[in-house]
């Protein structure tokens, strides 16, 4: 096996790299992976960029980073006999499915990739499985009107899946590039840029009149503008409550009144792509009762790969760029510096 990686890098002063990095090997519950494709997360993996850059710390040595991958395994620690090598796998989890040509990754956090599954669409399992979460969280279903603000990769996603679950799905952003590649997954009915008379508009139209049940915030920085704007068009009650479901799974933060200033409005937060992620153990191959947590992590990665695997969740029209790793500090930049050209960017090692 090989005794070093390479891996992208973020150091303290917000420069990306590639670095020469040792290889650990597979511990117990372990596997060792031989990475073939990564996706960068504009939000979560370079929200805070900006922010170092303005204000350095040189103390802060290159770490690499990454949290969504997809690869083939070449060697199985203690307890991971019965995973094949040559076994190809999605990856997910901070500091476990990095941006590298190897990793090792707690064998929970890699799940069997069907055969009729890219991986380099598999490699956006833990953004997708996110998604899912938040539409568990919402608890969408047929019939019901909702809206996605933020159309990021985990918004995409999310908007996607919502669909799925049956529901009528108005997906809102303000970068034309985004909002289009909505369009071309295929799954959301309208979109609009968030103006309140286009969202008034697309969202009578959407729920025909009724306004609608719910809607997520997938986005990070001040979320307050969004919510308030997906308040306004949530149903009113006879009483002039307004009434409805809000799932929050991007960083954002909201700053808003509640009791008779929000009405009879549920707000949810959606963390993480499930149960289990970050639990040590059940990582590395301890699983809870599926009786009593039927949606795992691990669980909510395999059904959105049976879902592309079938077809019906889409990865692929939301790939904008495709970079080998030694050039995923440019493609780290062309993320921050022209977000209206790019979303869907994916390292292939």
């Known amino acids: 096996m090989p005794g070093l990686r390479r891996a992208l890098c973020v150091d303290g002063c917000g420069r990306f790299s590639v670095e020469e990095l040792p290889l650990p090997a597979p511990g117990p519950g372990e596997l060792l992976v031989e990475v073939r494709a990564s996706w960068i997360s504009p939000g979560t993996e370079l929200g805070g960029v900006p922010a170092r850059r303005e204000a350095p710390d040189p103390r802060l040595p290159p770490r690499p980073f990454g949290y969504s991958s997809a690869g083939v395994v070449l060697e199985c620690g203690p307890g991971c006999e019965d995973v094949a090598p040559g076994t190809r796998v999605a990856c997910l989890g901070a500091g476990y499915a990095l941006h590298a040509t190897h990793a090792v990754v707690p064998r929970n956090l890699a799940a069997p990739v069907p055969d009729g599954v890219a991986l380099d669409a598999a490699a956006a399992n833990h953004l997708a499985a996110t998604g899912l979460q938040a539409v ?56 609009a840029a968030p103006e309140p008379g286009e969202l008034a508009i697309a969202a009578r139209e959407l729920s025909r009149g009724y306004g609608l049940d719910g809607g997520v915030i997938a986005l990070g920085g001040d979320g307050t503008p969004a919510f308030r704007a997906l308040v306004e068009l949530l149903k009113v009650s006879p009483d002039g409550h307004r009434v409805g479901r809000v799932v929050v799974v991007g960083g954002a933060r909201i700053d808003h009144g509640f009791a008779a200033a929000l009405g009879n409005v549920d707000v949810r937060s959606s963390a993480r792509p499930g149960p289990g992620y970050h639990d040590p153990e059940w990582e590395r191959g301890r699983d809870y009762p599926p009786v009593f947590v039927p949606w795992t992590t691990r669980r909510n990665v395999e059904e959105c790969l049976r879902l592309m695997e079938a077809g019906r969740l889409r990865a692929d029209p939301l790939i904008t760029h495709r970079f080998p790793l030694e050039e995923g500090p440019a493609a780290c930049e062309l993320l921050l510096a022209r977000p209206e050209e790019a979303l869907g960017v994916v390292l292939l090692p």
């Not at 568990?136 to 996607?160: C, D, K, M, P, Y």
């Open 136 to 191: 568990r969280r919402g608890e969408f279903s047929l019939g019901e009107s909702a809206a996605v603000f933020g159309l990021g990769v985990v918004g995409q996603f999310t908007a996607q899946l919502a669909a799925l679950a049956g529901a009528h799905v108005l997906g809102a952003d303000p970068l034309p590039l985004r909002r289009r590649l909505a369009e071309a997954a295929g799954h959301v009915e309208r979109t």
